[in-house]
């Protein structure tokens, strides 16, 4: 196997550690002169190499304003926009406190986020010109600089620090520079220029390999970062992810422009089998008939590069999105009859530790990577690691699986917005890095995802496996009844008011006296707090809810753990929250418990011998109350418990008025719901003690609760 | 003058002392042994007496289960709610815990309340026999006078002793002692019968006097008792009412069927001029030509009296509702070009107090009340007190003033709708009884109320007065949202939070510090609670509020010191509350306090000058803050201070998305609606001091609450 073979022609940059494009910064350093300088460095180089690009731009206007495609800013706004984004995040830590300039921030703040094909910008902009932009970047230039000279520096630097504005400010211009660099070459012919800088490598014409599947061995993924890691990452990077990853076989190649021709050629862009119902409709829009950046020309098919179109490279990687390489796996899937589709996250870090990678060093990587072999992709069977070829490096590698976060995933305060729209399913992971991913992006830690109809200089390796690739939970509960909801069981105490549903179990529990704890139904159980609560004491304990989105939340804890939900702050602001069962201490209760969907008025046979029945906040939201409190005798053996809270808000949007059970003028006279409640129950229930008002909080903004009494009521079954 | 007119028949109940129907009793008998024996005999002589009255029905059931009119029950059922009365209002004060006869409690529970003359009652019930209410009636006695003999008792009986049910009970059977002999009096001929006991007194054919009028002079008026008093008393009788009452004539005379017949003879029903506009409504419905108890004989004019029809005593005082005897005194006016009306309520207790009235005693009653004298009214000239005659008893007088609560009202826990509902200003005030008001009834302290078409033994007196007839505040705020603000400016704290407006006028004044307090502008104000804060410091403090509903409230305040409203407690049920500047110690605040209907974001120019400007819990609810921040400063003399506090609850029902100056992301970053206060303000304000979160509670219902923290910023004007 070679393990690296030798190039056929000059490297356009060197590569020699003197000139190697730098590494994403070591942020522990403890001598904070070296911090200063190492940043300076890191900040000089992104900012040089990112305006260098725009060196491929024609030199007339139309280049800079002209969009390259309908989804996207011109140039020009991706040219001021890396510069803006550090004053915004510099004013956010308040390392500054005061604007360069007004006006270019505001035009320059907002990308446009790519959602869907057909989400049209149609924004209208009065662009300023080139070199008032590269005036304004001088201006930036300078202010960071000063910054990093001058401005007070605690090594390490860390997710809270101030500097970490400064950090981010310059991996977020790397992505710019790959994310540019797709545009400039989605950009027409006549925009964009050769220059020596970004020259691509030359085709050495050689076949493209036969590829191979091999085998890639079990064993155990461990992913995610610590937040006081030596490195910078974006949120998505940090918290824990461990996983046991099946054997599989993987291509040992990527799969080159002539492996993708055969599926190009057997209809594959016409064939509407192969694609998901995703990929149909994408293909319906966009019309397309091969590789995005395929030209196809009457002397044969040619490759879009940044700036020329060449004869195709067969031996290089097709870039396709993930909607094309879906469709390739399962047209190869069905030829060969075999499990044919794209590595899971888990199998990509995997077969990425199998074959013993590490993060780019100080010497030239071997891999297409980090700028260090030239700029643009190379052939697929260059640049070997272990077995396989390009485990990292050349283009990206889509993957099933949807981004999402690990436990402990936290937003950062100044940018929180930079993964979390992207945790709705619809975005996918690419993985490895392509020639042009440098800092973070080439990392093992780095994640990043994009829409599945996006283009990056991204392909695909393919995996043959019979595990299947399961989606994680990404889901942010934004409902704000739902979410409010999870808050209130799972979340902070506000007003120094103890947890509703644990108080209420506890209180349960406590009246169960020698009565033995056997079975427990939570009816209106809502997010499932006092199910679990009650199933520490309890063998078995049963959540139901009329809800079936809020049962959704009970099970979820139980099948991940875990729960996410946003939380409103203040109009449109929110947070981000997740709840795990582990820090309530309630993981040991999960096999105690189960919910269901089920109407307090109509119960189902099956939910029958109980010893505790507890109905919180349940009365008052029933159609009719007064058939729940006449039945529920039927389900609680002799000498069982029930409790009952309610705050006795009757609403005619949850109870007809004639189905009030109190809070009525009855015969002439005021009948409380206690006197309901005891009219109700007296033929079966005598009374516990004396009804007790048990407070709770629900949080509807940061500065808005509801404060409630909920008055309960003991009662014992005859 | 005659003082006491001889008998010309014999009087039918003799007006000796051992045989006078019971006066209402004295509860704060010590000796409870002779409090235990007046309680018995005033109950039994009223529960035996009611009955009698049932008597003069025809011997046919459909006397009792036939409507005397279509606005009320059958008789039947005011024979058993009387003592159905006395089994719900035991229960609610827990002298018995269980019902003698759920049925008839249910069925005999609630009269048909007459709102309107066109409110028909549909209601159709199975009513017992009169043998088996009688049998239930006699259960009901047996109850009561085993707890009159053996219930523990404690001298005095006050509002809050249990007994207090008791003696409401019986008072309340001698109100439907009268309004029952009503409703017979308005039965078909044939279902009633003459009975001895309650005979009319036969006419005498005297001629009616010729009415004059006689001068009353200037005083004052104290109405209302303490809530420690010896006496029984309805909740609208306690709490305090002064008045001065300006001088004024009086007719000598009730008016008689004679005098009256006059109007009748002038066209006074078809000319539609004299009537009110609620009159002309009742006269096209009712197509009335003539008083309800003249019945119009070939032979001439009868009177329809309890069991039979007699012609017309001439004498007797006519009796009329007050549409009919404001229509009257119009015509009269009219005729005399005097300023001719019915008394005020305070002018009645004027002229009470000007004949040196006193309640009935020991003796027989010097007038036509209390049963002392038979049963049925006699004429005008035959009871005279000082001058006048008639001042108390033979009909009720009509007065101009709808009914409303005294200062300290409150209402009766176990009665809470006796007179709330009346506080609607379409219940007048009758006053002094007639022939068959007892007990309470016949006192100077009671005080009843009916709609104003609705027919009792009650006519009119007419006065001569320049003064104008003011209909006093009765009303109590009832709409949800003006409540919980009531409640929340004036009201009880919850959760310790301390009043917020007053907090926030506190702080306020706080931060004036140097700067002279001369003008203040409460902007929002909403119910006024912190105009009237701010008053105690500043020279004058204008409270402005988008919301005319609002700024009643503090008008009402103004004018009446007082503010009334109900809150909700669960369901239905209700609290009345009322609160006071003077319990506030906001009384001094007055002269220098104003309120004006204004829209924040587009303030009349008269509004400037201020040295302070609050604005509390106002910018969330402008449909255009930015215009309300970018101007206030032309409000403010320079080193005045601008006060806003607010939650930042963002709701596009109240401010476009648009508008929303914080809880936005702008230009891509999240940006509070501190930092929107920030922009717009700093142009022409520094900040004072940090942030402050002041937090407030407001009262949905007894267990239901908003739990609010609204950020305080100060801002000194330039």
């Not at 000089?44 to 060196?55: G, V």
């Not at 390009?390 to 940018?415: A, K, S």
């Not at 890095?433 to 080439?442: D, K, Q, V």
């Not at 109190?662 to 129950?681: F, M, Q, R, V």
């Amino acid at each position: 196997m070679t393990q690296h073979a030798p190039l056929s022609h000059p490297a356009q940059i060197a590569a020699s550690p003197a000139t190697l494009f730098a590494r994403t910064p070591n942020l522990a350093e403890p001598d904070t002169s070296l911090l200063r300088a190492s940043l300076r460095n890191y900040f000089i180089e992104t900012f040089d190499r990112y305006e260098s690009l725009f060196d491929c731009l024609a030199e007339d206007d139309a280049a800079w304003v002209t969009k390259p495609i309908a989804l996207r800013h011109p140039l020009i706004f991706y040219f001021g926009h890396t510069a803006t984004f550090f004053v915004n995040k510099l004013m956010l830590t308040r390392m500054i406190d005061t604007r360069i300039d007004q006006h270019m921030e505001s035009i320059f703040a907002v990308g446009v986020d790519e959602m869907s094909w057909d989400d049209l910008d149609d924004s209208h902009y009065d662009w300023p010109g080139a070199a008032r932009v590269r005036a304004y970047r001088n201006q930036v230039r300078a202010l960071v600089l000063g910054l990093i000279d001058h401005a007070p520096l605690q090594s390490p630097i860390h997710w809270q620090s101030p500097w970490w504005a400064i950090i981010m400010g310059i991996e977020h211009e790397r992505i710019h520079l790959e994310t540019s660099s797709v545009l400039i070459r989605q950009h027409a012919l006549r925009h964009v220029r050769a220059v020596a800088e970004w020259a691509p490598r030359p085709d050495d014409g050689r076949p493209a390999p036969e590829n191979t599947l091999l085998p890639v061995p079990a064993g155990v993924v461990r992913i995610g970062k610590s937040f006081d890691g030596p490195q910078y990452g974006w949120d998505n990077e940090y918290g824990a992810h461990e996983a046991q990853v099946e054997p599989f076989e993987a291509s040992r190649y990527l799969v080159s422009n002539h492996e993708f021709l055969a599926f190009v050629e057997a209809g594959g862009y016409r064939n509407q089998r192969d694609w998901t119902e995703e990929g149909r409709k994408w293909l319906a829009y966009s019309q397309a008939e091969h590789p995005t950046f395929w030209v196809k020309k009457t002397q044969g098919w040619f490759l879009r590069l940044m700036t020329e179109e060449v004869p195709m490279p067969w031996s290089w990687p097709v870039e396709v999105n993930y909607l094309e390489a879906k469709a390739f796996c399962n047209w190869k899937a069905a030829e060969t009859g075999q499990p044919v589709r794209l590595p899971t996250e888990d199998e990509w870090y995997r077969l990425y530790d199998h074959t013993g990678r590490t993060d780019p060093g100080a010497s030239p990587c071997d891999a297409n990577l980090h700028l260090d072999h030239g700029a643009s992709s190379c052939p697929v069977d260059e640049y070997a690691h272990g077995e396989f070829f390009d485990v990292v490096g050349n283009v990206w590698q889509w993957t099933e699986t949807p981004t999402y976060p690990f436990d402990g995933f936290d937003v950062h305060p100044i940018y929180d917005d930079f993964t979390t729209p992207t945790f709705d399913g619809q975005h996918n992971l690419i993985k490895g890095g392509s020639w042009i991913s440098c800092g973070n992006e080439a990392v093992r830690a780095s994640r990043y995802a994009f829409r599945r109809h996006f283009f990056q200089h991204a392909g695909l390796r393919y995996v043959v496996s019979h595990a299947p690739a399961e989606a994680p939970a990404a889901y942010y509960e934004t409902d704000r009844l739902l979410s409010e909801y999870a808050e209130f069981h799972y979340g902070d105490t506000y007003f120094d008011v103890p947890n509703f549903p644990r108080t209420l179990a506890q209180l349960a529990i406590q009246a169960m006296g020698e009565h033995p704890c056997r079975l427990a139904l939570d009816l209106g159980c809502a997010s499932g707090r006092a199910t679990f609560e009650l199933a520490r004491t309890f063998e078995r304990v049963t959540g139901v809810d009329f809800s079936a989105r809020f049962i959704n939340q009970g099970v979820q804890l139980m099948q991940s753990g875990q729960l996410r939900y946003t939380l409103t702050d203040e109009g449109d602001l929110v947070s981000y929250k997740t709840r795990t069962l582990a820090e309530l201490n309630l993981r040991d209760t999960l096999p105690r418990v189960e919910f269901f969907q089920g109407d307090a008025c109509n119960l189902k046979p099956q939910f029958t011998g109980y010893d505790l029945v507890l109905a919180a906040n349940l009365i008052d939201r029933l159609y009719d109350p007064a058939r729940f409190l006449d039945t529920i005798h039927e389900r609680i053996v002799a000498g069982g418990l029930l409790v009952i809270a309610s705050p006795y808000t009757w609403l005619e949007e949850h109870t007809p008025h004639s189905a009030w059970i109190g809070g009525i003028k009855k015969d002439g006279e005021s009948w409380t719901t206690l006197d309901g409640l005891h009219a109700h129950l007296s033929p079966h229930f005598t009374p516990v003690g004396e009804p007790l008002d048990v407070p709770f909080v629900i949080r509807e903004t940061r500065r808005k609760f509801q404060h409630t009494l909920s008055q309960l009521t003991l009662w014992r079954r005859h």
